[in-house]
Structure formats: structure tokens, C-alpha cells
């Protein structure tokens, strides 16, 4: 299974980048997606969070307090893609975002694994 990250760039504060993330490989199950980021010299932190959810209900999510109201987590389960949409961006958003997958790849009662993709850099200038 890879993870593939794109849509990073150079944005000026308050507009808007959004972030796409694409799984593929043996893949049975998407579960829970997620985006977090590394400013410099800092941890890397969650962002945003997306459950798996069902055929009527969309799965539940979860943002960084930072982030609330900003920013907004989707996925596309046809296509194996989730996204980040990044609005109003501020200089203190800019990272290297990554996203996070638990992925089941061994049929309905596979639990998942945490898998990683390889970051993409979102700079944010005043």
C-alpha cells in the first residue's frame, strides 16, 4: 500500500491550497483518514481526522482547535482519495502536512494499519 500526497504550495495568507491524498496498492478497506503537519523545528500534530462512517452517514471528524472553521476533511471511498481543503491560511499553518491511513488489506475482520504518506509543504506568506 503507498500513500501519495499532493496540492501543497506557496500561498499568501488567507487564501486557500487544498490537499489530496490518494491510496493504492491491496487495499480492502479505507478506515479512518487523517492529515497532520510539522511546522519547523516543531512535532508532528493531527489536523484533521475522518472516520470511515457508513453508505448513509458520512463518518464523523475531527480538527485541530487551530483549525476549526478553517479548514475541512473529505474522502472520496470510490476513488480511494481524501482531502484537506485549507481556507483562510495563516502564515502559522505552514508545515509539511502528511496523511494518515488505516488501511485493512486482509478482508472484513483485518483491523487496519497505520500507513504514511510522504508529506507535501504548505507555506503560507504574511
Known amino acids: 500500500v503507498q500513500l501519495q500526497a499532493s496540492g501543497g504550495g506557496l500561498v499568501q495568507a488567507g487564501g486557500s491550497l487544498r490537499l489530496s491524498c490518494k491510496a493504492s496498492?491491496?487495499?480492502?478497506?479505507?478506515?479512518?483518514l487523517g492529515w497532520y503537519r510539522q511546522p519547523p523545528g516543531k512535532e508532528r500534530a493531527l489536523v484533521a481526522r475522518?472516520?470511515?462512517?457508513?453508505?448513509?452517514?458520512?463518518?464523523?471528524?475531527d480538527y485541530a482547535d487551530s483549525v476549526k472553521g478553517r479548514f475541512t476533511i473529505s474522502r472520496d471511498n470510490a476513488k480511494n482519495v481524501w482531502y484537506l481543503q485549507m481556507n483562510r491560511l495563516k502564515p502559522e499553518d505552514t508545515a509539511v502536512y502528511y496523511c494518515?491511513?488505516?488501511?485493512?488489506?486482509?478482508?472484513?475482520?483485518?483491523?487496519?494499519?497505520?500507513?504514511w504518506g510522504q508529506g507535501t509543504q504548505v507555506t503560507v506568506s504574511s
Open positions: 496498492g491491496s487495499i480492502f478497506r479505507l478506515n479512518a
Open positions: 475522518i472516520d470511515v462512517g457508513t453508505m448513509i452517514i458520512p463518518g464523523s471528524t
Open positions: 494518515n491511513a488505516d488501511i485493512s488489506t486482509d478482508g472484513p475482520y483485518d483491523y487496519g494499519k497505520d500507513y
